[in-house]
């Protein structure tokens, strides 16, 4: 279970995030919904430990992650982090790209999980070829088996589904659905769709100039409020 | 349309041609010589052109050691560049941009600085001790060699690592720790501008031959001279440098064949890495050793510099009478710089684009040779070229030197504005082309500001070169001018040491002035530009009051903020 | 119109009409008095001369000075270069094979000046194509506060003396410049077997070689070096600045080589814009008067006929000169040069 507590971060005077507060339940799911420039890509860099706070905690399964002046590496934290633009390696292929988080584990076994999720992504032709050589959707494919490779406990994906059109996006919301579930890991992810948010299920909690605006625990999905 | 579309397409060509022309000339001049040379007169003339026995050495030597002194300099650029990574935002602009301004020091100041360091060094050894070491060879001049060149490494280097995309760092820090980050994506994806500055520095180590023979190690670019001194037939020294300009040639090749690596998409603004990476305690020591190294680059010439110009009693009288140099100097590098513009837009965008054909090796190749061609075969080429009756409105003006510079060094502004070109996402300019009302508006009003950063930095780029160019200048130059570098060393040879150094300090001022003034232009340049982001053909309407309506209802306002859709209910 | 295009609109036009004022503004006026002068002599010393003929006659000097890192590729051939259209009137130069070079490939016009009546005939070109005034030596320069004055080196040939370290002796690359010149009248006074023997003498013992004369005198000045050959405006130079030393002419003995001394030389190029002028430059040049003010400018020590006084820095009166023929210096200078350039250059 992710706990972020308090959690603020500035820029300059800019307040990006100004005492945020929520949870992610242990397998469960959490979607944030908000505008552009409402800090939501922020708040996911502050849970993966790729910035840090300037209030507030970030713990994850009872394990102190992130507090001001104190940040555990993002590679030791268990999580998985899928940006909004994919953002693979342009120099690696696709087999490269997925098996980068795989390092540690001996060669069999890095394989063997390898093409285990490019037969379940639906991947395994492209193994070979380059970022520049596959669509938009297959990369988005890429970038999700890549980040679930390790099997983290966690889950973060920014902007999953934007610019994608109707079959493409049907494919990849049952194919999220059906790794996170497989591997059991909890899922958080932002989006500034309102009809987006609550299609991966779970909560939706709403993010609007730093602040969570929705109630945190229960709030209900659907029509999002509005601010004027 | 069509018909429009042609008449374009036509200017542009004209326009390429034009440019090609301006850099290429003398060099065809020179070759039109040496062929008719070779044609007309006895043979044994092409038998220059291949170097065996002690030549096929000279090569062999100069080749490797320009080798060493890339290789070195992209270690140093990198350690350095990912050492100065970790400043904050405005420190590490202006440490960039002291990089910069550092690259234009003349290597032969470098030379002085670090021979008189290296002597006073020893004598402290002998006199506790140790044996005499002698004063030359290929270590010294590798080192010089290093020391006067490394700040294009870092700076390029730099610039590699600046434009990392910070969502491809944000994708592999958790899974992996942070050097493997560095040395697996990092690195790679910053190869290509590393790349470029190991390239350049080869072909300027592999040219020169001013601090190898200060260390009395022989290289091919002093045959060359030697040759030309001896027998002033300039289709002679033309053949004998054939081998090197294919050697430059060569690199180049290769060197571009990495730019289609290059990120298509700008970097994401803002810093790359967020929370500071974690290195290793060796890799923070190779990065404060790097650090130290460009600290005392710096620190060596300025000190010998500003140590040697003090002492001079009559500096003050040298400096005021050179004002005119000064003045006529900033002159002909801004015109260069100004000639080298429409010239890198001409063909920029070309090689850019004939890079993925077959023809654009070719292109390369032609950018690179003017580069390997020693200056004062330049200069005999325009002469050639311009001294002829009813020209004497050009020849005997300052057009020639300006035209002298550009014909070495805007091919390198094209290089970098087909770098530039590289990154430009060819959906604006279709965009644009649908949209444009007149035929020229998509060209002017699009294309050229996404390409306004390279052609500054070419611009920059060709000023400073410009300002320290000698061997053409000094052949062309009208009688009664006279550039600052051709006083510099006119003095050098005097032993002037003293106003040599006030003067060097002067011209460091000026490419301080310049790199300070290219900076901030790029910077107010940045703040007129949105975000590339929202300029992303996303089917988003403009308000006539400026903002614009995304596709979700809600709205951007002119100054950037953001306002949420104002209807009642979700649309599902 | 966006900002940036307007931006562009008004200051490209600007900078390209400052750029058509810039090259207008710098082209020369037709129709005036001035003479076109080439020198390589170094400006230091070339620049009062020419201001003081401006100052005295009124014809503007529009001057095009060498640099010594063209390593004489620079003057000589854009002379050659221009030969179909030349755009000079006078050269004037440090030494004269640059000189006779250009008097081969026939950029020169004959002329006798006045002016130079009482200078030996050894000094001028039997047709008149230069004239050689103001002479320097090549000398050794030594450190005096490494070598005592009765260690002093006394010949060129204590340049192969074992008794001193090979990296505490020095000269300047022998392909170009002076150095080379020197070499060209070793190769006509010793045969070129012997020279070559000295030379590749040098090679072998690893005697530092170096950039240039002046690199000699800085490096013996600054102790990097014990002695090496120089020449005496550059030694001179050194003894003004104060530094620790000594002058020596080589090779003074009964019966030895005696002292190289090197003239300056001018001459009328053939087919110059302004030919008078030009005349009245060369006359200006070659006189006594001018020849007593490079002296005491410290430019020459040698002067080729007697002046009411001597350079300052040293005793130049009894100097046993080198007994060489200018022309047979010129005449085995390209054969040397090419020589040494591929003994030295490996």
């Known amino acids: 279970m992710i706990v972020v507590q308090d959690v603020a971060r500035r820029y300059g005077a800019t307040a990006a995030l100004d005492g945020v507060s929520f949870e992610v339940p242990e397998e469960g799911t959490v979607a944030i919904l908000g505008p552009s420039g409402s800090g939501k890509t922020t708040l996911l860099r502050l849970i993966a430990g790729l910035e840090a706070p300037d209030a507030g905690a970030i713990t994850a399964g009872g394990r102190l992650l992130s507090a001001p002046g104190r940040v555990v590496a993002p590679h030791l934290r268990g999580m998985g982090l899928v940006p909004q633009a994919s953002a693979l390696w342009p120099h690696m292929t696709v087999a490269q790209n997925i098996l980068f988080g795989l ?18 992504t639906g991947l395994a032709p492209l193994a070979r070829r380059y970022p520049h050589q596959i669509s938009g959707g297959e990369a988005r494919r890429v970038a999700l088996a890549r980040a679930l490779a390790p099997r983290p406990r966690y889950l973060l994906m ?41 299609t991966l299920g779970g909560r939706v909690l709403r993010l609007s100039a730093g602040r969570v605006v929705a109630g945190d625990a229960g709030a209900a999905a659907g029509h999002g409020r509005h601010d004027g | 349309m069509s018909w429009r579309v042609g008449w374009g397409a036509a200017a542009r060509g004209v326009l390429a041609a034009l440019a090609l022309a301006l850099v290429l000339s003398p060099l065809a001049a020179l070759v039109a010589q040496a062929a008719a040379a070779v044609l007309g007169g006895a043979g044994g003339w092409a038998s220059l052109a291949v170097p065996t026995g002690r030549r096929a050495t000279l090569l062999a030597q100069s080749a490797s050691l320009a080798l060493a002194v890339a290789l070195a300099g992209m270690a140093l650029g990198v350690l350095a560049g990912v050492a100065l990574w970790r400043l904050p935002p405005r420190q590490r602009a202006l440490a960039r941009w002291a990089v910069w301004v550092a690259a234009f020091v003349p290597p032969y100041v470098h030379a002085l600085a670090w021979s008189a360091a290296a002597d006073r060094l020893q004598r402290s050894l002998v006199s506790i001790g140790f044996p005499r070491l002698p004063m030359r060879g290929w270590g010294l001049a590798w080192w010089v060699q290093v020391m006067a060149l490394a700040p294009l490494a870092v700076g390029l280097a730099l610039a590699g690592l600046q434009s990392l995309d910070r969502d491809a760092i944000d994708a592999a820090r958790p899974l992996r720790p942070d050097t493997a980050v560095l040395l697996r994506v990092a690195l790679p994806m910053a190869a290509p501008l590393v790349a470029a500055g190991g390239a350049l520095l080869f072909l300027l180590t592999l040219t020169d031959y001013a ?6 190690v022989g290289v091919y670019a002093m045959e060359l001279l030697t040759e030309f ?68 680059q710096l620190a060596v010439p300025l000190v010998a510099l500003v140590a040697l110009a003090v002492a001079e009693p009559a500096l003050a009288d040298t400096l005021r009478s050179a004002g005119g140099e000064i003045a006529y100097s900033l002159g002909v590098a801004a015109a260069a710089a100004l000639v080298a513009l429409p010239v890198a837009l001409a063909l920029g965008p070309m090689l850019a684009r004939g890079m993925a054909g077959r023809g654009g090796g070719w292109l390369w190749l032609l950018a690179a040779f003017p580069v390997a061609v020693p200056a004062p075969l330049v200069g005999v080429g325009l002469i050639a070229l311009w001294n002829r009756p009813g020209l004497e409105a050009l020849y005997d003006s300052s057009a020639m030197p300006v035209l002298a510079a550009v014909a070495r060094f805007a091919p390198l502004a094209v290089a970098v504005v087909a770098a530039q070109w590289r990154r430009v996402d060819p959906a604006f300019l279709d965009v644009a082309r649908v949209l444009q009302a007149r035929p020229w508006q998509a060209g002017l009003q699009v294309a050229l500001p996404l390409l306004a950063p390279g052609c500054l930095a070419g611009m920059g780029i060709v000023f400073v070169l410009s300002l320290g160019e000698l061997g053409a200048t000094l052949l062309v130059a009208p009688p009664g001018r006279s550039t600052l570098t051709l006083r510099i060393y006119n003095y050098l040879h005097y032993g002037a040491s003293g106003d040599v150094a006030g003067l060097c300090l002067v011209v460091l001022a000026l490419a301080l002035l310049v790199g300070a003034g290219t900076m901030a232009v790029l910077a107010a340049w940045g703040r007129l530009l949105p975000d590339s982001s929202r300029l992303l ?23 950037g903020s953001h306002v949420s859709p104002d209807r009642g209910g979700g649309t599902p | ?61 529009l001057p095009v000075y060498d640099v010594e890192a063209a390593k004489t590729t620079g003057l000589m051939n854009r002379l050659i270069a221009e030969k179909d259209r030349p755009k000079a009137d006078v050269f004037w130069s440090g030494e004269f094979a640059m000189t006779i070079t250009l008097q081969d490939e026939g950029v020169l016009a004959p002329y006798r000046s006045d002016q130079c009546a009482d200078i030996p005939a050894v000094f001028v070109d039997p047709e008149y194509h230069w004239i050689g005034f103001a002479g320097r030596a090549r000398v050794l320069i030594v450190n005096t506060d ?149 002296v005491d400018s410290g430019w020459s020590h040698v002067p080729v006929r007697p002046l009411e006084s001597g350079p300052a820095c040293i005793d130049a009166s009894n100097v046993r000169a080198m007994d060489v023929a200018l022309g047979q210096v010129y005449r085995e200078l390209a054969r040397s040069q090419v020589e040494l350039g591929e003994m030295f250059v490996r």
Not at chain 1, 165 to 186: F, M, N, Q
């Open chain 3, 146 to 294: 490494e070598v005592p004055p009765d260690r002093f080196p006394r010949s060129i040939d204590d340049l192969l003396d074992p008794a001193w370290p090979a990296d505490r002796v020095g000269i300047a690359y022998p392909m170009f410049g002076t150095t080379a010149t020197q070499a060209a009248a070793l190769y006509a006074d010793l045969g070129p077997e012997a020279a070559r023997d000295y030379f590749q003498g040098l090679v072998d013992r690893g005697v530092r070689v170096v950039d240039g004369n002046s690199v000699v005198r800085d490096m013996v000045a600054a102790g990097q070096l014990a002695f090496g050959l120089t020449d005496t405006d550059d030694a001179c130079s050194a003894v003004e600045r104060g530094d620790p030393v000594a002058i020596v002419f080589p090779d003074q003995g009964e019966g030895d080589l005696g002292t190289l001394v090197i003239p300056n030389t001018v001459a009328l190029v053939a087919g110059g814009p302004n030919p008078e002028q030009g005349r009245a430059f060369i006359d200006y040049l070659v006189s006594v008067e001018t020849e007593q003010r490079l």
């Open chain 2, 229 to 296: 001194s001896a027998h002033h037939e300039p289709a002679r020294a033309l053949l004998l440098a054939l081998p090197l300009a294919l050697l430059a040639a060569l690199v180049v090749a290769v060197g571009q064949r990495m730019l289609p690596l290059l990120p298509q998409r700008p970097g994401a603004a803002g810093e790359a890495w967020g929370l500071p990476p974690r290195w290793p305690p060796w890799l923070v020591g190779l990065q404060t050793a790097a650090g130290a190294l460009l600290m005392a």
């Open chain 1, 103 to 120: 390092h540690g584990l001996p060669r069999a076994e890095a394989r063997r999980r390898l093409d285990e999720l490019m037969a379940r």
């Open chain 2, 537 to 559: 053909p996303d089917s988003s309407r403009v308000l006539p009051d400026g903002s614009r309506v995304l596709p979700d209802g809600s709205r951007v306002l002119p100054d």
């Open chain 1, 158 to 198: 920014d902007e999953p589904l934007t610019n994608l059109d109707g079959d493409l996006r049907d494919a990849l919301l049952a194919l999220i659905r059906g790794l996170v579930g497989e591997t059991r890991a909890s899922l958080l992810y932002v989006t500034h769709r309102p009809e987006e948010a609550g």
């Open chain 3, 1 to 61: 119109m966006s900002t940036s295009s307007r931006f562009l609109g008004r200051v490209i036009p600007a900078l390209l009409l400052g750029l058509l004022l810039l090259t207008s503004c710098t082209m020369l006026p037709a129709g005036r008095r001035a003479v076109v002068v080439y020198t390589s002599v170094d400006r230091v010393f070339s620049e009062p001369i020419l201001d003081a003929f401006e100052a005295e006659t009124g014809i503007e000097v």
């Open chain 2, 211 to 216: 601090v190898p023979s200060l260390f009395q």
